[in-house]
């Protein structure tokens, strides 16, 4: 069962690899671990894909330690050294920062996002790492796109690899394509070491939650609306939609094209 799981989580992981180029011969990869079940999946399966890659590259394991009371950072140092893999534990008091900015009854998750991501950026550079490998799995990618479309009026998502604004780190996100249950099958077979966030684990109410259960929902009469929405975010028709920078019909020098391929040829001239 276990070693089932596994080879379908790695065969994900390898196609995302394979068709972002998302690790490249000579990549020394930061793998960013909270010390949920998805971190531990993605550090424990790039382990094995290290192993066996036809490429060499390397990792380390890199936990930012926001001073969170009660955060058990032991429990996540002792794991990590057991799996053999070199590690980073960096502690930066964000919490603080976070709990006096906002309003009782506020959400922490943005803020703590932005003062998080800013961190992992300096610090990737400072260690020399080429790619910042982030525990976003598939259902985490399509509750992005329908918060962006509900709540920022954007047709949004995550991909599996970003560049930031000024060029200096590259995020990856090797799970993309990783059903969220297979990764909690795999977790309770793995028993990984699950730590939840006190900080947002605390807060109810929460929009992408409201996105997780209008799923729930939804897959209740269609199995596989999570797979389809994915499925959707590869299959763009900009004719169908609104944005005018992509196509505009009004313009008589750019018809309607027929097919996909002569409107992929307007897009790139």
Known sequence: MARDIEQKLARKVAAAIDDYQLIEHGD???VCMSGGKDSWAMLTLLQRAQRIAPIQF?????????AHPGFPTQLLRDHLEALG???????????SVVKDKLQPGQTTCSLCSRLRRGIL???AVERGATKIALGHHRDDIVETLLLNIFYSGQLKAMPPKLFSDDRRNTVIRPLAYCPEEWIVEYAA???FPIIPCTLCSSQDQLQRDAMKRLLNDLARQNSNVRGSAFTA????????LLDKRFYD?????AP???TTEQLLDTLTV
């Open 28 to 30: 020394r990869v930061m």
């Open 58 to 66: 390397e990792l380390f394991a890199f936990h930012l330690d926001q």
């Open 85 to 95: 893999v070199e590690y980073v534990i960096h502690r930066q008091d964000t919490y």
């Open 121 to 123: 950026y300096s610090q």
């Open 189 to 191: 077979i793995k028993n």
């Open 233 to 240: 975010l590869s299959n763009i028709i900009p004719t169908h």
């Open 249 to 253: 019909p009004n313009d008589e020098d």
């Open 256 to 258: 309607a094209p027929v």
